[in-house]
């Protein structure tokens, strides 16, 4: 198997250096984690109005964009796309949860 196949056939390019190349950075540049429990914001829209969410997945990191999250809200059955700054830990005072 030739260096690099596995990796989505890179053609001998290191995993890291097509993940630059393709303008992403490392998962671990992520503040949260998967399966963390957050506040997430509702926007300007309802301006320091949170709901309670879970991470479900880490979604691929852009240059120049903050990192996003998929989130899934405890009272709904689908996922959400999130970016980081509309996060914050359950223990801050980013605001309160909506019941």
């Known amino acids: 198997m030739p260096a690099g196949s596995r990796h989505g056939g890179g053609g001998g390019v290191p995993p890291d250096a097509l993940m630059r190349k393709e303008g ?26 949170f709901v309670t ?12 964009l903050p ?9 709904e059955d689908f996922d959400r796309r999130a ?3 509309d996060l914050a830990s359950l223990n801050t005072d980013a605001g309160a949860p909506l019941g």
Do not use: A, T, W
């Open 24 to 49: 992403f950075r490392h998962m671990n540049s992520h503040r949260f984690r998967i399966g963390q429990q957050l506040n997430l914001s509702l926007g300007p829209v309802h301006p320091g109005k």
């Open 53 to 64: 969410c879970q991470v479900v997945k880490l979604l691929p990191v852009r240059d120049g």
């Open 67 to 75: 990192p996003e999250y998929q989130v899934r809200n405890c009272g």
């Open 83 to 85: 970016s980081e700054g």
